[in-house]
């Protein structure tokens, strides 16, 4: 007996117009769907992003107080590829990010600020779809905002943010989670692809760090590769996947 072929990979809703994606470091976006997110910008959807960190402790021959800055700045030029102007950093510390009440209470914040209707986030799960080990920044992070979607609509929870002027907000409809190794939907790669390896490429030190590959050969190939992974659930066609939990 053989396993039966996992479900076709429904289309991402598309009757929003403002999302907030929030990940752990620089990068994680543009690794993740910046192609869906240049197709939702190019769309007149408003979308902003918030990090927890500034990837400082990401490139092993960079002191974090050099790398910091840098890797904001190529977040910001990497956000701009895909049109996305508004670019927020929580200053939480790379590489050991706690999931807990701070977490969740920022994050609230931001969604409290932003008001969106789809929130972003990269794999909260242990593994990605490969059995490889996620890291505990991207877990902590993922599950977060998960519980964080939910907090920004309470009022009892962190009644500290309505004294600072954030009233509650309980528009968020849904929570996609990308790169995770069970997605439900998908946006088509196609329209935002070029995009996509332009804001990959912005983050230029990091990848000359992480790879001797020629860096666009390496961004087109990878993101390549990930968009395709998915056709045959998804009629065909290269996909930005999501798992899609809705609120």
């Not at 692809?193 to 860096?215: C, I, K, M, N, W």
Request: hydrophobic share 45%; with cysteine; proline share 6%.
């Amino acid at each position: 007996m053989t396993d039966s072929a996992p479900a076709p990979l429904r289309s991402m809703p598309d009757d929003w117009r403002r999302a907030l994606a929030v990940v752990a470091h620089p990068d994680d976006l543009e690794y993740g769907c910046s192609a869906a997110v240049a197709s939702w910008v190019a769309d007149g959807k408003d979308v902003a992003y918030l990090l927890a960190t500034r990837g400082e402790a990401g490139i092993d021959t960079l002191d974090p107080g050099r790398a910091g800055p840098l890797r904001e700045a190529e977040q910001r030029a990497a956000a701009a590829a895909v049109g996305v102007r508004a670019v927020e950093f929580l200053d939480h510390r790379d590489g050991v990010i706690e999931y807990g009440a701070s977490l969740r209470r920022d994050i609230a914040a931001a969604v409290r600020r932003h008001r969106p209707e789809l929130v972003i986030t990269l794999n909260h799960r242990d593994t990605w779809a490969a059995g490889a080990w996620n890291t505990p920044d991207h877990v902590a992070v993922g599950r977060a905002v998960l519980d964080a979607a939910a907090d920004a609509g309470n009022r009892w929870i962190f009644p500290e943010l309505a004294e600072q002027g954030l009233v509650p907000w309980n528009g968020v409809r849904w929570v996609a989670v990308a790169n995770s190794p069970t997605p439900s939907h998908a946006v088509s790669a196609e329209p935002g692809f070029e995009q996509g390896v332009r804001s990959l490429l912005r983050h230029r030190t990091y990848l000359e760090a992480l790879t001797a590959e020629d860096p666009e050969t390496y961004a087109r190939r990878f993101l390549g590769e990930s968009t395709g992974v998915h056709r045959a659930r998804f009629d065909g066609a290269p996909a930005v996947a999501f798992e899609l939990f809705s609120r």
